[in-house]
């Protein structure tokens, strides 16, 4: 993970795959160390249920030879690094869940339905 802004290094560690959450998540000290900066708040629900409100920043996210940006949590300290299926999906990589290993899709999709009022 690199911060979008004034970028101060880069987070490197194995994260994760989480199909399960929307955003990713790395240890706020972490995030902080490299510049990425708090823009709000949101609430979460944790894989076991409990509520919790988290900070979150934007980060440009680099995993297996592809590039996005997204929102980012700021965790504990003591937390595992999460790859949520946002960052996943934007590059178009899929989870298989027969053996439970990354794929990429042949193409992302990108679909525009047309309703009758259009077209």
Do not use: W
Not at 1 to 9: A, D, R, T, V
Not at 30 to 37: F, N, S, T
Not at 71 to 77: H, L, Q
Not at 97 to 112: D, E, G, S, V
Request: with cysteine.
């Amino acid at each position: 993970m690199i911060g979008l802004e004034s970028p101060q290094g880069i987070y490197e560690t194995v994260f994760l795959v989480d199909t399960g959450a929307i955003d990713s998540m790395a240890p706020a000290d972490e995030l902080e160390r490299i510049g990425i900066r708090r823009e709000g708040r949101m609430v979460h629900e944790l894989a076991d249920g409990t509520i919790k409100e988290y900070h979150y920043g934007l980060a440009r996210i680099e995993f297996m030879g592809e590039i996005t940006a997204g929102r980012v949590i700021f965790g504990e300290k003591s937390c595992e690094p999460l790859l949520g299926v946002t960052a996943l999906e934007s590059v178009g990589i899929t989870v298989d869940p027969a053996n439970r290993t990354l794929k990429r899709l042949p193409a992302i999709p990108l679909k525009h339905v047309l309703s009758g009022s259009e077209g």
